[in-house]
Nanobody, 121 residues
Framework: QVQVVESGGGSAQAGGSLRLSCAAS????????MDWYRQAPGKERELVAH???????HIEDSVKGRFTISRDNAKNTMYLQMNNLKPEDTAVYYC???????????????WGQGTLVTVSA
């Protein structure tokens, strides 16, 4: 069993900052990939940032220069630092983790429940 929990969402004014956290727990042998997605009202879910273990991080152009990701591998945790927020960043932010499970001995893709970010003008 693997759980993914996001936290840190809330309200901010345009130009402000928020930091989201994504923590994976449970029977995990290794984490291959940790991604951030977001889904704005009435829109499809879209990739924000991609972080493969041991690989190059990718940040989508729409947030490049404003958002950064970092990981604490010892805690199976990833962070999304969001600076210079814009109203169009308003969305539910989701974390997706690909893990090698220690209970099933196979790769699993697990989503968190999401955390809401609201940015006012």
């Amino acid at each position: 069993q693997v759980q993914v929990v996001e936290s840190g969402g809330g309200s901010a004014q345009a130009g402000g900052s928020l930091r989201l956290s994504c923590a994976a727990s449970g029977s995990i042998i290794s984490i291959n990939v940790m991604d951030w997605y977001r889904q704005a009202p009435g829109k499809e879910r879209e990739l924000v940032a991609h972080s493969p273990s041991g690989g190059l991080t990718h940040i989508e152009d729409s947030v490049k220069g404003r958002f950064t990701i970092s990981r604490d591998n010892a805690k199976n945790t990833m962070y999304l630092q969001m600076n210079n927020l814009k109203p169009e960043d308003t969305a539910v932010y989701y974390c997706k983790v690909e893990v090698y499970s220690g209970s099933s001995y196979r790769y699993l893709e697990v989503w968190g429940q999401g955390t809401l970010v609201t940015v006012s003008a």
